[in-house]
Every structure is written in structure tokens, then in C-alpha cells.
């Protein structure tokens, strides 16, 4: 019953951002239906097209269950983007670096994402649970410090730049690479997304089925309720703030061992913010954030193959994007027409 | 010497404007009860409409008109949905961000074929918005603790309730000074717009969160968080004459590391309103 | 006879499930101190705030000066010459004196900017009249919470007020600011303005009031001359004679052993004002002690101190012979210590939580329901919480449903089923019947009574002095942080108990 009142709330919300989405779409003198047909198909259509979303989607799903974990505790963690950055860097660091066999490699670079991005998730969550600072506010300022930090250690002054023009490390060795689910092509998914899912999971049953989880989603539910059943909010909340760091920061080591084999300056175009609408459209549950990241995923191939079409830009499911976002963030609308709708009837006043 | 000569402080006036202007519109959001992060987005979009309005009537006064309009409109849209939609602040914010970048790269694809740039338009003398900025922030000075809306202001932002029985409408105002806000961030991409002549998607470059962090720095104050503005202006300026010297990497960090340090409380208590970010709910009545 | 000010008619104002006023009839003079008597919930707060445009009335008319007037405002009410004086202060604790005072009423030269010089003008002027010694350039936070509450009055003297509504002025002041509070009054009522006093305090309603109207359960009982009552007579008004119903409550024989000590408690309140003072008591086997007390005198403090939320200044707190002083909630009930908490939706309860996971609140790490750290056992907790719902008789449609969509009764049995279950030596109970239907009040006195039988010691915390009478063994009376007084409820009656816990004389009977 939960499960399909969710549903139907993401639901309308994606309706209605999808509908406005239509609007501007005409208005524009865009072809709606042709832009609709050829979102499903480049997102769907074929093996190719699924296979371009589910790569879209990858480090959307690591940045979406970071999002997600820090809300649990009821916190907001909006720097996803910066502690990917960081756990980007430090994979690609330990791929170009270290000199140890395949898989064991691959390991060790996924932990050096990881813990990269768990330091920069717990300077927050210390300075929240510590001294009260804004988390909001501390994660996105160190959103940037991260990604100047990394842009430096790329820029031509920097230690680890490796390339004649570009801003970008070395090459990863082979032994450190994620290799891709199907035969070659940059536009495959790699071995990140199986790992993605496989962390979805683990999140999940963490959340739901470890006393460490119960207790994080007792401090965010109730503050009080949580201290009063023996909780040390404080180190929930740096907890889960760690943990936060650690998905996306493994976010950006499966992106950089998976599709770019090296550290690249800009490697991300926002992901970390894109986490945000994910972990919001799966109602910040973990399995839903797999389905959050397809469809996010979804609107960025089939944007591609709108382009390639001719039908219209590609960026038009960016608009579509921000659009369903804006409406799933105010669940209150829904339930707001619900209200105004009683209220006439209450008062015998009839329906328009 | 010689890097420290005037055209620096100048220099660094110009680049402090789109930040002082966000930072003063927060500052008024903020002091009200709303978080807005969406400042950043909603500069993007001034600069974009700006832009567009002013290509398409070669009228860069129209332009301005619209980049204001923009921005009070993106303003009305947090402010509904943080008050009377109880969205959160934070995501609701960040929801305005995320939309208008998709908007930035179509649109601009829409009207001039490129991703994410515009072609040259007719603008204003960017120093007409300087100063703009400089008397605005001084009237804002007085406006918050001189005058009785100011007053009231700081009522709905501290103790909603207080405010209510005094008959002060909290939600009202609140809507309004989230459309103030956003007109201000209007303004700061219309500056950033008429600066460079033409729009394009990377001019923003979290100068709207730089302005966030102008206002943490100067703690919820008109002229203090125009001074930090200015200093991180400066920084700026400074860095673009000593890129050989250090990293410009790392004095662009400043504001960032600066807003963690005065958030952290290591500088003595902030003026953090007391009921920031969190809904007035006004008793059945 | 003084000419009428205010007449409210016939009041009636409903809330979802609740009847606040039902018909309410009022008349408040100029120059006269009106009492408003009643317990917690009878329904004074919102008459009051019914009459400054807080809540609109369901039913009912307003006359003002002898005109029908409809108040949908604060602002409605200010304009028509009513202040309130609210029980928690509406005042911005970082601005000054002035702002606050001034705020949504200012005023102003060139009709642009404050007028500070004016405003600071006109604030001393009040103050000097009525004797309030108010500073209009004080910062309010650094302010007594005397001085605060005379800097809201002149508030509404300031705004031009004539009715004057003071709500619980007394409930928050210490005892030497009473009577500097009751020369503002009376000086008030000299200038020929209408007060309205609301109090649950008898002894200062006829101190100070000329008229006292009694609520009880939101209906008027009566409205008395204040020269012509008596404090027995007025008890009675406000506690009503109301039949409960009888419960088993047999002799049982203490072997005498204390289970619940504390030696010289005290405790700071969230504002770090003292509110436990020097607490020493005991709790035996088999023993149900009571403690009584207007809300607000520490009781709560108390409660939260012996479980651990909230560090004492000094004292011991031993269970069973054990010194158990401020050691986490998990300890405490680790040690045989469990806590029915007066707040049972923010604090007893995640409402978003299904029944099995509230069941288990407290024990997340305990066997069988959770395996070592990184594991719960979904099928435990489920059974678990079956096995309770079916024992305490908790009605839900299943244990995964959220608590959130459960009546307060079975809210409440969820959490004395959690925490009697663990075999308790020591039960806190907080407020456990508030709010609850008549079965729900049976079935949690049944309860601490099973627990008193089988041999705990039970800390009952209530503002029912019916229920305290009914099952305590033994009954303490806390007032301003302290014990001030201990008896047996059989020795005693509610008329001798409400005395004490209003400050009174000890020898009343």
C-alpha cells in the first residue's frame, strides 16, 4: 500500500514535469510527439540505446544513494559532486600508481574512491554534529574547494598532470580497469553499474535490516524519539555523513575506472547535483535509486537520439529533468489540490 | 609593488558586483526565513533572459527589465514552494539550479544554434550596475535596521510567531522577499551578462554560491557581506595578476574555506535567524 | 458598576475532535481584574485567544464597547485596543527592547525611518506611569523573565491597548516577581483598563482579581465576585466531583526494599535555569509513589534526569542499589529502568515507524533482534512485535503498520507493551493517561498495577489528581523544583493535595 501511495506520488510529479515539459516543447515549435517518440526509442528502443542509458545512469545511481543516506539521518548532503571529484582523483591515483594484480587492483582503487570521499563527507557531518554548522551550506562550499583542489592537481603547475594539452592525469594501468559489461565501445556501461547495483543493495540492507541503519532512520524521523531508545545522534549523523562521502566517492572511481581510465578535469558534468533529484525521485529509498538513476539515465540517451533525429536539441530532457525534479520536490502540491478539493466539499460550495 | 596599483581595487569592484548582489538578496531572504540556494540558477536565468531580450529588441534596458522579471519570477516560484508547498528549501533550491542549466543549453541552441553561448547583444555600461550595487547595498543597510519594514523583516525571520500577533502577515512576507531576492539575483546575471556582452553557460561559475558565502562571511549584514564580496573580488582580481606566481586554484578556494571556518563558529556566534528554513504553520484560525 | 468592555456570547469553538469552548458566556469591565481559573486544558487559552483574533470562534459573538465586532486578526484586536500578554513571551530574544516593543506598530519620521528618539520617549512615559522600570535600549535576551514580561506589557500598553489579557502570568515567575507583577496590575486596573488574569493558581486569582469565572473541559461553571469566594469553593469549581471508576488496587506488603533512590537531585531546565531542586526520594518494591504538581515545576526535568536524558547539576540517582547517575537511556534501561514517556509522539514513538520497529526501540542491538552489528532479524522483530500486539491487546490491522495511523490509545499500549516487557525493577511513568478515552485510561492503570504487583517500583508523574489518588501508595507534592510535601492518599483529599501544589499553607484541614 506505501509502496504504490510512493509510486503514485512519483508518478504524478514525473506526469506533471513531463507535461510542462510538452508545453515548452510546442511552445518552442518543437514536434511533441516526435520528441516523446524518440526519447523512449534512443532510451529503449534497442540494446544500444538501453545500453547508453544504463551508462548515463551509473554515476547518477552513486551519487543518488549519497544523497539519499544523509537524508535518512536527515541531513542534507549537496556535495556529492565534490567527493566524487575527490574519489575520482584518488582511484585514478592508485590505478596509475600502485602496482598490484587485475582484480585485487580494481579493489584498491574502488577503496581509495571511497575513502577519498568519506573524509570529505565527514568534515561536515563533524562540523554539523560538533558545531552546528549548516551542512547544507559546509558540503557545497567543499564541493568547490574539491574541485579546484582536484583542477589543480591536474592543471599544467600541478603534480599529477599528465597530458600534453589536456588537464588530466596519466593513464590508469589495465589491471585497474573496470572492463566493460559488453564488447568494446565507449558508450557500454562497464562493470560500475553492476557495481552500483550491488551497493544499492548493500545500502539498502544496511538501511532496512542492520540496528546501525534503524538507528540513522530514528534520528531522522525523531530526533527525541532516537535519544530516548539509547541513540548517540551525533554519531549517527557523522555516520551517515561518511557514508555519504564513500558512495559518491566510489561514484567517481567506477566512472574513472570504468569509462574514462584517467583522472579528467570537468569529468563530471553535475552528477553530484543530478544525485540530489535522484535520491529525491526514489523517495531516498536505495532500490528506488536505481530505477531514479534509469530514468535519469533515460532522459539523457533519449536526448542524444532527439539530437541525432533532428527533432530538437538534446537538451530539451535536461529541461524535462529539472521540470520533474521541481515537482517531485513539493509532494505538498499533490496533496495540496487534495485539501482545496475537500475544503469545497466541506463547505458545500460546488466544484468548479 | 606594482601589482597593487588602483585599476586592482577597480578590477576587483567589477568582479565583486554579481556576487555583492546575491549576497545582499539572500541576505534579505535569509533574514526572512528562506533558504535560497537556487541564487545561482536564478543569476544563470537573468543572465540568459537578459541576453535574450536584449538580441531579439536590441534593447539592452528591455534586456535588464526582463533579467529582473526573470529573477522575480524564479523568486515567486521558491517562495511558493518553500511556503506554501512546504518544500524543503535546500532541494527546492537545488531544483531551480538543475532546471534552469537544461534551460540555459536549449534555449540557447533554440535561438542561436550554439550549445550553451549566445551571439553578441547591445549592452549597458556595466559600471551603471556597479554602482547600482553600491547604492543598493547602502540602502539596504538602513532599509533592515533603520526602517520598520526592516524591522518586521527580521520579526518574521526570527520568531514568526511574534510576528504573526503583531499582525504582521509571515507569509507575505516572506513571498515578498523571496521575489526581492530573486530580483537581486537578476540583477547579477544581468551584470554578468552586460560585462562580458554576450551569455554563456559557465559565466554564473558558482559566483551565486560565492554570494551565499559573502552573506555567511558577513553575517546576515548589507555592508559587511558587500565587504566580503569585495574581498573575494579582490582575491580574484589579485590572482589573475599573480596566476605565475601561486596557483590561481588556490585563492579561488577562499571563499569556500572562509564560509566553513565562520559557519564553524570559530569566529564567535553568526546571526543566523532563528527560524530559518523552517515553515510557518499558522494555527487553524 | 464599571462600564462593560468586552462581552463575549455563546462562544463555541471546536477543533478537529475536540470541543475547546462549548458556549461561552463572558463580560470584562473597564477598571476590573478578570480571573480566569481552570486546569490544563479547560479551555482558557483559547477563549483568550478567541478574543485577539488568534482563532475565529465556530460559534458565537463578540461585543466591544458594546458593538458586535468580528476579530480575524492579531491586527483586528490591536486596532480595537486589545494586548495580550502570551504566556510564552512573542518577543525576538536578539533584538532590543524598543524593537520589539515596536515592531508591526511603528513609529516612524519622514515616514520612512524609525523614530527611535520618539519611540524611546514614549516607552519611558509608560514605563514611569505604571512603575516598570523597562530600558528600551536592553537587549531582550539579556532580560529577567520578569523584566521581559513587563517589557510585554508595555508592549500593549504601547499599542494602545485598554483590554489587556494576561495569559499565565505567573506560571513562569519566580515567587519575588509576583508581587511587583501584582502592583502593574493593580495600577493598571487604576487607570480604568480591563484585565483579564488567566491562572490555574486560586490563591493569587483572589489576590488580585475582583471577578472569577471558572472553566472546566471547555464549559463555564460559574462566574463568582472574588470577595465572596473561597479557595475550597473555587478547588471545587475547577476539579469538579466527576466519578471514576474503581480499580483493584489490593494491600500488598512492601518487603521494603528501595529500588529507585535519589539522593539531592537537581537539574537545569533547556534555558539553564533551575528547575530540580535537592530532590531526595525513594521508591520501594511493590510500591506505586505519585508525584503531583502544577505543570511546570519541574516534574518534567525530573522525569528526564532519573532516565538519563538529561544531565544532572548534582545527586544521585542509585536502582537497586546501584549508582546509576546520568548514564545513557540504553544503560538505564539496560539496568532494569524504563521510561513511559510524557511526550509519547516526539519522544515515545517514531510515527513514521511500524509497529515492530517501535517494539523494539531501545533493544536495537539486542538479541534475538538484532544479530552482532551488522545484522536484524526481520522475522524476531515481526514476531516480537505480534507476540505484544496480541498480549496488550493492541489493535492493528498488522505490526508493520506505521504508528502514525493508531489511535493514542493503542499509540500508548505500543509503548507500555515495549517497556513493561523488558520486567522492569523500576517504571517512570510520565502523564501515561493524557489525552486517552476511557478504556485507555483502564487499561494503562491495570498495568502499572500488574508492575506495583509483581513487585517494581512505579514513579507516577500526573496532573490527574484522581488518578494519582486512585493508585498511589504513596504521594509527593513538587513545587518550584522541589518536594514540598508527602502523603498518603487515604490520609488525605484532592481539596489538601491542589493546596499544596499551589504553594499553599500545609494545614489546611
Given at each position: 500500500m506505501k509502496l504504490l501511495r510512493e509510486l503514485g506520488i512519483v508518478g504524478v510529479s514525473v506526469a506533471l514535469g513531463l507535461g510542462v515539459g510538452a508545453i515548452i516543447t510546442a511552445a518552442t515549435g518543437y514536434s511533441v510527439p516526435a520528441v516523446f517518440r524518440e526519447l523512449v526509442r534512443g532510451?529503449?528502443?534497442?540494446?544500444?540505446?538501453?545500453?547508453?542509458?544504463?551508462?548515463?545512469?551509473?554515476?547518477?545511481?552513486?551519487?543518488?544513494?549519497?544523497?539519499?543516506?544523509?537524508?535518512?539521518?536527515?541531513?542534507?548532503?549537496?556535495?556529492?559532486e565534490g567527493q566524487l571529484l575527490l574519489g575520482g582523483f584518488f582511484a585514478a591515483w592508485a590505478g596509475f600508481t600502485l602496482n598490484l594484480p587485475p582484480i585485487l587492483h580494481v579493489v584498491v582503487c574502488l577503496f581509495f574512491g571511497a575513502a577519498a570521499g568519506a573524509a570529505w563527507g565527514f568534515i561536515p557531518g563533524w562540523l554539523r554534529a560538533r558545531r552546528g554548522a549548516n551542512e547544507f551550506v559546509t558540503t557545497m562550499m567543499l564541493s568547490y574547494v574539491a574541485l579546484y583542489l582536484t583542477s589543480w592537481l591536474v592543471s599544467p603547475g600541478g603534480p599529477y598532470h599528465g597530458h600534453q594539452w589536456a588537464n588530466q592525469t596519466a593513464r590508469i594501468m589495465s589491471s585497474a580497469e573496470l572492463p566493460r559489461l559488453m564488447a568494446s565501445g565507449r558508450e557500454l556501461p562497464s562493470w560500475g553499474l553492476v557495481v552500483g547495483v550491488l551497493v544499492a543493495v548493500i545500502a539498502w540492507y544496511f538501511l532496512f535490516r542492520t540496528p546501525r541503519g534503524y538507528e540513522i532512520r530514528a534520528v531522522g524521523q525523531s530526533p527525541l524519539a532516537a535519544e530516548y531508545g539509547g541513540v548517540d545522534i551525533a554519531r549517527a549523523q557523522i555516520l551517515a555523513m561518511v557514508l555519504a562521502g564513500a558512495l559518491a566517492g566510489l561514484g567517481g572511481a567506477a566512472e574513472i575506472l570504468g569509462t574514462h581510465r584517467r583522472f579528467i578535469e570537468g569529468f563530471s558534468p553535475g552528477y553530484g547535483w543530478d544525485g540530489i533529484a535522484g535520491g529525491l525521485i526514489a523517495r531516498a529509498h536505495p532500490i528506488g535509486a536505481v530505477f531514479a538513476a534509469l530514468l535519469m539515465g533515460a532522459l539523457r540517451a533519449g536526448g542524444r537520439a532527439v539530437d541525432r533525429a533532428g527533432v530538437a536539441p538534446s537538451d530539451l530532457a535536461w529541461v524535462f529533468q529539472g521540470l520533474v525534479i521541481l515537482f517531485v520536490v513539493a509532494p505538498e502540491l499533490i496533496r495540496y489540490f487534495k485539501r482545496i478539493r475537500l475544503r469545497r466539499r466541506a463547505h458545500g460550495r460546488p466544484e468548479p | 609593488m606594482g601589482v597593487l596599483s588602483l585599476d586592482l581595487f577597480v578590477a576587483a569592484l567589477r568582479l565583486a558586483t554579481p556576487i555583492a548582489f546575491v549576497a545582499l538578496g539572500e541576505t534579505f531572504s535569509e533574514r526572512s526565513g528562506t533558504i535560497n540556494i537556487g541564487v545561482e540558477g536564478t543569476a544563470l536565468a537573468g543572465a540568459l533572459i537578459g541576453a535574450t531580450v536584449s538580441f531579439f529588441s536590441q534593447s539592452p534596458w528591455l534586456g535588464l527589465a526582463a533579467a529582473v522579471g526573470v529573477g522575480m519570477l524564479l523568486g515567486l516560484i521558491h517562495a511558493i514552494w518553500c511556503v506554501y508547498l512546504r518544500s524543503d528549501h535546500v532541494v527546492a533550491g537545488a531544483a531551480i539550479n538543475l532546471l534552469?542549466?537544461?534551460?540555459?543549453?536549449?534555449?540557447?541552441?533554440?535561438?542561436?544554434?550554439?550549445?550553451?553561448?549566445?551571439?553578441?547583444?547591445?549592452?549597458?555600461?556595466?559600471?551603471?550596475?556597479?554602482?547600482?550595487?553600491?547604492?543598493?547595498?547602502?540602502?539596504?543597510?538602513?532599509?533592515?535596521f533603520r526602517t520598520p519594514w526592516g524591522l518586521r523583516l527580521r520579526v518574521v525571520g526570527e520568531h514568526p510567531k511574534a510576528a504573526d500577533t503583531a499582525g504582521i502577515n509571515v507569509y507575505r512576507t516572506r513571498v515578498g522577499y523571496s521575489v526581492l531576492n530573486g530580483a537581486l539575483c537578476g540583477l547579477a546575471g544581468a551584470f554578468l551578462f552586460n560585462n562580458l556582452g554576450r551569455f554563456s553557460v559557465g559565466m554564473v561559475g558558482g559566483r551565486g554560491f560565492i554570494g551565499i558565502a559573502a552573506m555567511v562571511v558577513g553575517n546576515y549584514r548589507p555592508i559587511p557581506a558587500f565587504l566580503a564580496a569585495y574581498l573575494f573580488g579582490f582575491v580574484d582580481a589579485l590572482q589573475m595578476r599573480l596566476q605565475d606566481v601561486i596557483p590561481s586554484h588556490f585563492s579561488i578556494m577562499l571563499p569556500y574555506v572562509l564560509t566553513i571556518i565562520v559557519l564553524a563558529g570559530f569566529l564567535g556566534r553568526a546571526n543566523v535567524p532563528a527560524a530559518l528554513g523552517k515553515p510557518y504553520i499558522k494555527e487553524e484560525g | 458598576m464599571s462600564a462593560e468592555a468586552v462581552r463575549m456570547e455563546g462562544i463555541v469553538k471546536r477543533f478537529p475532535g475536540v470541543v475547546a469552548n462549548a458556549g461561552i458566556d463572558l463580560t470584562l469591565n473597564y477598571g476590573e481584574v478578570h480571573g480566569l481559573l481552570g486546569e490544563n486544558g479547560a479551555g482558557k487559552s483559547v477563549l483568550m485567544s478567541v478574543l485577539y483574533g488568534l482563532y475565529r470562534p465556530t460559534e458565537g459573538q463578540i461585543y466591544l464597547n458594546e458593538r458586535p465586532i468580528s476579530i480575524d486578526s492579531p491586527a483586528v484586536a490591536i486596532r480595537s485596543g486589545?494586548?495580550?500578554?502570551?504566556?510564552?513571551?512573542?518577543?525576538?530574544?536578539?533584538?532590543?527592547?524598543?524593537?520589539?516593543?515596536?515592531?508591526?506598530?511603528?513609529t516612524v519620521r519622514a515616514k520612512t525611518f524609525l523614530d527611535r528618539p520618539r519611540i524611546r520617549q514614549r516607552i519611558e512615559e509608560l514605563s514611569e506611569q505604571y512603575g516598570l522600570g523597562v530600558d528600551a535600549t536592553a537587549v531582550v535576551e539579556e532580560?529577567?523573565?520578569?523584566?521581559?514580561?513587563?517589557?510585554?506589557?508595555?508592549?500593549?500598553?504601547?499599542?494602545?491597548?485598554?483590554?489587556?489579557?494576561?495569559?499565565?502570568?505567573?506560571?513562569?515567575?519566580?515567587?519575588?516577581?509576583?508581587?511587583?507583577?501584582?502592583?502593574?496590575?493593580?495600577?493598571?486596573?487604576?487607570?480604568?483598563?480591563?484585565?483579564?488574569?488567566?491562572?490555574?493558581?486560586?490563591?493569587?486569582?483572589?489576590?488580585?482579581?475582583?471577578q472569577v469565572t471558572v472553566l472546566r473541559k471547555g464549559e463555564k461553571v460559574g462566574s463568582v465576585p472574588a470577595s465572596e469566594a473561597t479557595e475550597r469553593q473555587l478547588t471545587e469549581m475547577m476539579v469538579g466531583r466527576d466519578v471514576v471508576f474503581e480499580v483493584q488496587r489490593e494491600r500488598l506488603e512492601s518487603e521494603g526494599r528501595p529500588l529507585l533512590q535519589l539522593a539531592g537531585l537537581s537539574a537545569v531546565d533547556d534555558r539553564g535555569v533551575p528547575a530540580v531542586d535537592e530532590v531526595d526520594l525513594t521508591v520501594h518494591d511493590h510500591e506505586i509513589v505519585g508525584v503531583a504538581g502544577v505543570q511546570g515545576n519541574g516534574q518534567t526535568e525530573l522525569v528526564e534526569t532519573i532516565c538519563g536524558l538529561r544531565k544532572p547539576r548534582q545527586g544521585r540517582v542509585e536502582v537497586d542499589g546501584e549508582d546509576l547517575t546520568a548514564r545513557s537511556p540504553r544503560d538505564m534501561a539496560?539496568?532494569?529502568?524504563?521510561?513511559?514517556?510524557?511526550?509519547?509522539?516526539?519522544?515515545?514513538?517514531?510515527?513514521?515507524?511500524?509497529?515492530?520497529?517501535?517494539?523494539?526501540?531501545?533493544?536495537?542491538?539486542?538479541?534475538?533482534?538484532?544479530?552482532?552489528?551488522?545484522?536484524?532479524?526481520?522475522?524476531?522483530?515481526?514476531?516480537?512485535?505480534?507476540?505484544?500486539?496480541?498480549?496488550?491487546?493492541?489493535?492493528?490491522?498488522?505490526?508493520?503498520?506505521?504508528?502514525?495511523?493508531?489511535?493514542?490509545g493503542n499509540q500508548q499500549r505500543v509503548i507500555l507493551a515495549r517497556e513493561l516487557d523488558r520486567e522492569p525493577k523500576v517504571v517512570i511513568a510520565a502523564q501515561p493517561t493524557r489525552g486517552l478515552d476511557v478504556a485507555g485510561i483502564e487499561f494503562v492503570w491495570e498495568q502499572l498495577l500488574e508492575m506495583r504487583r509483581e513487585g517494581a517500583?512505579?514513579?507516577?508523574?500526573?496532573?490527574?489528581?484522581?488518578?494519582?489518588?486512585?493508585?498511589?501508595?504513596?504521594?509527593v507534592i513538587m513545587y518550584q523544583g522541589k518536594i514540598v510535601g508527602e502523603r498518603k492518599p487515604r490520609d488525605t483529599d484532592k481539596q489538601e493535595i491542589g493546596l499544596l501544589m499551589l504553594g499553599g499553607a500545609v494545614e489546611a484541614s
Open positions: 532510451a529503449f528502443g534497442d540494446i544500444y540505446g538501453f545500453a547508453n542509458t544504463m551508462t548515463q545512469a551509473t554515476p547518477i545511481l552513486f551519487t543518488s544513494l549519497s544523497f539519499l543516506i544523509a537524508f535518512r539521518v536527515g541531513l542534507f548532503n549537496i556535495g556529492a | 534552469v542549466t537544461g534551460l540555459a543549453y536549449f534555449l540557447t541552441r533554440v535561438v542561436w544554434g550554439w550549445r550553451g553561448t549566445s551571439a553578441s547583444a547591445p549592452i549597458l555600461n556595466p559600471w551603471l550596475l556597479v554602482w547600482t550595487m553600491v547604492a543598493l547595498v547602502l540602502i539596504s543597510q538602513i532599509f533592515l | 486589545i494586548g495580550m500578554v502570551h504566556q510564552h513571551f512573542m518577543l525576538v530574544p536578539r533584538l532590543t527592547v524598543a524593537e520589539n516593543m515596536v515592531v508591526g506598530w511603528e532580560l529577567s523573565v520578569g523584566e521581559q514580561q513587563r517589557v510585554e506589557i508595555v508592549k500593549a500598553l504601547y499599542r494602545g491597548a485598554e483590554v489587556l489579557i494576561l495569559d499565565e502570568p505567573t506560571a513562569t515567575l519566580p515567587e519575588q516577581e509576583v508581587a511587583a507583577l501584582f502592583d502593574t496590575i493593580r495600577a493598571l486596573q487604576d487607570e480604568g483598563k480591563a484585565v483579564v488574569f488567566i491562572t490555574h493558581k486560586l490563591r493569587e486569582a483572589l489576590t488580585i482579581c475582583d539496560r539496568k532494569g529502568l524504563v521510561h513511559i514517556p510524557e511526550d509519547r509522539h516526539r519522544r515515545g514513538l517514531v510515527l513514521t515507524f511500524s509497529v515492530a520497529e517501535n517494539a523494539i526501540l531501545g533493544r536495537q542491538y539486542e538479541a534475538p533482534f538484532a544479530a552482532g552489528r551488522w545484522g536484524q532479524s526481520k522475522r524476531a522483530i515481526g514476531g516480537y512485535a505480534r507476540e505484544l500486539v496480541k498480549r496488550f491487546n493492541v489493535s492493528v490491522p498488522g505490526v508493520r503498520t506505521a504508528v502514525r495511523a493508531l489511535s493514542g517500583a512505579v514513579l507516577l508523574v500526573s496532573m490527574d489528581l484522581d488518578e494519582l489518588m486512585t493508585l498511589s501508595d504513596r504521594l
